[in-house]
């Protein structure tokens, strides 16, 4: 049976909390993608060539949908989920994303919808939080 995944990516930690919820409440399999402290914290820095081989690990094959959860920084997705996006396999599959902001999100709806057309997603859902509304 194709499961269910929701990924994300958290500096500030609202992110997390926002895919433990969405794994909790839908029984979705929960990854972080830019594993460990130290690539969290310095993420920001990477280069995006190391974040590129990360994201090649990431393997979706067993599921037919996945949620992606992330900030925006400098009003694009973070490079972290930009880059998981960009890399990952998601031919046919139905992808919500989810970004948390607190003043401006840009492009991020063009951009998106613009990628997931030439990766073949089946069905895509772009969902923005406004952290300061909350
Ligand atoms: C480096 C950096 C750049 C940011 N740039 C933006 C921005 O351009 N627009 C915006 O609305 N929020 C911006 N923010 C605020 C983040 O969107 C907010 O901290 C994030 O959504 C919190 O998610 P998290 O707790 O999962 O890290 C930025 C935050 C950081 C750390």
Redesign the pocket.
Known sequence: MMKSLVI?????????E?AENISKDMKYDILEFAPGTMLRCFQ?FLRHKKLRKLAGKVDLSQYSSLIA????????P?PAIKILLETVDLNDKSVKCI????????ETEKFLHDLMKKKGVDSLDIQFRN?HSC
Do not use: E, M, R, V
């Open positions: 994300y990516y958290s500096l500030l930690g609202h992110n997390k926002i920001f959860c992330g900030p925006i920084w400098g009003a694009k973070a970004f948390t902001y607190t003043q401006d999100h840009g952290l």
